[in-house]
């Protein structure tokens, strides 16, 4: 085989593994696994002093070049009211929506072994109204997140649910 066609078979090769490694635009042959949607979505309705509950919408968008221990979030917040001339029972009073950088750290002592999600919020996201220090959650199971402290402790009120859901 002469020189031109063993370059022309390793660069069709190399464009063959390349686009078998690759989903969605995301080149997979770094290191990460091939399939990983980025995006995750969760959901729930959390207590409120001043209303009925707040929903809380948390997009999280991993980086996958920092090996999804990172990304950037949207939250939205909603704070609804009792309103019984609607079906749900409930209205929107005002929303908020926030967007920031988020990491994934460990717990410490006793909780080392479980896994927080740290929200930042940017700079230039002035939102009035929604939350103007980080925000924690305990990661956990796969499809729940639980709102804690700034201790990393979750809420020790009896009762009162502080778990989002995931939707996607």
């Known amino acids: 085989m002469d020189m031109k066609k063993g370059f022309l078979y390793v660069a069709m090769f190399s464009a063959l593994l390349m686009g078998a490694c690759s989903q969605n635009g995301k080149n997979c042959a770094t290191g990460a696994a091939c399939g990983n949607d980025n995006d995750k979505v969760y ?3 959390l207590p409120a002093a001043d209303a ?4 809380y919408v948390l997009r ?10 990172s990304g950037d979030y949207d939250l939205v917040e909603v704070y609804v009211q009792n ?5 749900s029972g409930f209205r929107d009073a005002a929303s908020f929506k926030s967007e920031g950088d988020f990491t994934v750290i460990s717990g410490q002592g006793a909780d080392s072994n479980k ?3 740290k929200l930042v919020k940017d700079n230039r996201d002035s939102s009035a109204g929604s939350v103007d220090g ?3 959650f305990l990661v956990d199971s796969d ?3 639980v709102m804690v402290n700034d201790q990393l402790q979750p809420s020790e009120t009896p009762g009162l649910n502080y778990t989002l859901t ?3």
């Open 52 to 55: 009925a509950g707040v929903r």
């Open 115 to 117: 896994k927080y999600l």
């Open 143 to 145: 499809s729940t997140l």
């Open 134 to 136: 980080p925000l924690y």
């Open 60 to 69: 999280l968008d991993y980086d996958d070049d920092h090996g999804y221990t």
């Open 43 to 45: 959901t729930g309705l």
């Open 166 to 168: 995931l939707v996607k």
């Open 83 to 87: 309103d019984s001339t609607k079906a």
